[in-house]
């Protein structure tokens, strides 16, 4: 396709002038490289860092800007007028057709380069410097060693952005702080560790993150199974193993048990609410032979409601029994060692 085409020549033309620090949209480069050199740089004493946050930056970006910067290296005029025609594309919305005069198309090839290369304007400036810093996207964290300098580097490469390329700081949620497990970078927060005198930091799986993943899987595991038992088993294991790929290097410096808890409990109140009458609770519990009858028949007939009954049926439903039926929960799908996503953003099913 056209927009194949022009993702391909210009990611030929710029890729050898993007910044080192550079990882979103690159080949052979990724979210796990970003958020390793996060920590290289933390070991070197930059533990001062600037939390950028770009107000709606996919909508903003100015297109004569753009257009200029293509143009300096871009020396084909029609290759500039298929950039201004892409960027230009009719979108519509409310039934409304209109062509955008700011921001870059979502969705196709051709979509992050553009904004890759404009934003490489803004890297020219932390690495002229001498500045450390880490982009993926528009996500991007600058560093110091010190939060006077955290604050220096701020107000001169702010400047820069609103001035010369035209973009807005969304200042409310743009931080300045020192690097922690609070630090939210590509889904990842860090962790410092002392061990035999020496310091090093991890990445931790942020607790938004793990907020994020407690909200889909609410929504694959809607307990009226209305996909099917087998169906709904499936698009949870192939999510899981998708989300426990991208943050397994997260995941190796902390603890996730709260939430495989969680998960089973979820799955043992499906089971609940598919065996409707007591009765049938009764009968099927007993089937498991993980406990006495007397326990199965508490659980069955209890006035309790379904996701209060799962508490306590942890000691019949048990993680093995689970297992059995087919479920995966974090820690196995990274013990088995799912190969690694390398996205942006965890897998959505």
């Known amino acids: 396709t056209v927009q194949q085409a022009l993702a391909q020549v210009l990611s030929e033309a710029y890729e050898p002038y993007f910044s080192d620090n550079s990882f979103g949209f690159r080949p052979d ?15 070197q004493g930059y533990v ?29 005029g029609r290759v500039i007028s298929l950039i201004h025609k892409f960027l230009r594309a009719k979108i519509i919305e409310n039934g409304k057709s209109t062509k ?34 880490c982009r993926y996207a528009d ?26 390329l035209f973009l807005q ?30 310091t090093r930091w991890v990445p931790v799986v942020h607790n938004k993150s793990r907020k994020k993943l407690k909200d ?21 294991n192939t999510f899981l193993k998708g989300w426990v790929g991208y943050y397994r290097m997260g995941i190796a410096n902390c603890s996730m048990n709260d939430i495989d808890k969680w998960i089973r409990r979820r ?21 498991l032979k993980t406990n006495n009858e007397n326990r199965c028949y508490i659980i069955a007939h209890s006035s309790m409601k379904h996701w209060a009954k799962a508490l306590y049926a942890n000691y019949v439903i048990t993680k093995e029994i689970i297992r059995g039926w087919g479920w995966l929960s974090i ?14 953003e965890p897998p959505t099913a």
């Open 29 to 43: 480069r990724g979210a796990r490289d970003a958020v390793r050199r996060v920590c290289e740089y933390a070991e």
């Open 48 to 76: 001062w860092g600037i939390d950028l946050d770009l107000a709606k930056f996919f909508d903003t970006v100015n297109h004569s800007k753009l257009l200029q910067v293509l143009s300096e290296r871009i020396k084909d």
């Open 100 to 133: 955008p005069k700011t921001g870059t198309p979502q969705g196709g090839p051709m979509s992050p380069i553009p904004a890759n290369i404009l934003l490489n304007e803004m890297d020219k400036v932390p690495d002229e410097r001498g500045v450390k810093f």
């Open 139 to 164: 996500d991007c964290v600058i560093f110091a060693k010190s939060e006077r300098a955290a604050h220096r580097i701020y107000e001169s490469i702010s400047k820069y952005i609103e001035k010369k």
């Open 169 to 198: 700081i969304n200042k409310e949620k743009t931080s300045i702080g020192m690097l922690s497990q609070e630090t939210k970078f590509l889904g990842f927060g860090f962790k410092r560790i002392e061990e035999d005198l020496e």
């Open 216 to 236: 889909k899987i609410r929504i694959l595991t809607d307990r009226r199974l209305p996909r099917g038992e087998e169906s709904t088993k499936k698009r949870f």
């Open 267 to 287: 799955i043992r109140q499906i089971y609940l609410k598919k065996w409707k009458k007591n009765s049938t609770k009764y009968e099927e519990l007993k089937k």
């Open 331 to 344: 820690k196995e799908a990274y013990e088995i060692g799912f190969i690694d996503c390398d996205l942006s």
